[in-house]
């Protein structure tokens, strides 16, 4: 890292300490929760490992916790996605939902990296890291394609068979 970029942007500094490493993003299975139909993806820090099957079933028992009820309405899709981040530090499940139509909502959560069971909600959470947001956007460009610009009509079946694996 040059000097001028250090001094332009000092959060930056952390490269020089941790630098950058892909991690896997995947799709686990698709998970019915009573009417809410869900993708569930997970993000490893350890490519090698994967992320922990706890971690993951943590991440879906929160979605049943915070998913709106009922799932299908006039707000709301009963369509979304959980994603479970096996972080370097720390256990993150996010759950997601697209609401009127167009929008996509959120739930963040976390907890010590050892103990998923224990994640509390994010007060103010941020709208997500380079890994998360690389499923968001798989997810936002399926619901643009499959649901809302799709010629033959919203075709939520399609948009649920769309994953999204890859290494970033």
């Known amino acids: 890292m040059t000097a001028a970029v250090a001094e332009a942007a000092p959060g930056l500094a952390v490269l020089a300490r941790r630098p950058y490493r892909p991690r896997s993003l995947r799709f686990v299975r698709r998970q019915d929760i009573g009417d ?3 993708k569930v993806y997970a993000i490893a ?3 090698e490992r994967g992320a922990r099957p706890a971690l993951i ?3 879906v028992d929160l979605a049943r916790r915070v998913l709106p009820r009922p799932a299908r309405g006039e707000e709301t899709t009963g369509i979304g996605f959980v994603i479970a981040h096996d972080a370097a530090a720390a256990s993150i499940g ?5 609401q009127s139509v ?4 959120q739930r963040s ?11 509390q909600p994010i007060v103010h959470p941020g709208a997500g ?3 998360e947001l690389g499923i968001v956007d798989f997810e936002r460009r399926a619901w643009l394609a499959d649901v809302l610009a799709n010629p033959a009509g919203p075709d939520l079946d399609l948009y649920l068979g769309r ?3 890859d290494d970033i």
Not at 102 to 105: A, C, D, I, P, Q
Not at 109 to 119: A, D, N
């Open 36 to 38: 809410w139909r869900l």
């Open 45 to 47: 820090a350890d490519i």
């Open 57 to 59: 079933e943590a991440t």
């Open 94 to 98: 996010i759950v997601y939902w697209w």
């Open 102 to 105: 167009n929008e996509l909502h």
């Open 109 to 119: 959560f976390i907890g010590p990296l050892e103990e998923p069971r224990q994640m």
């Open 129 to 131: 890291c380079v890994y």
């Open 163 to 165: 994953r999204h694996d």
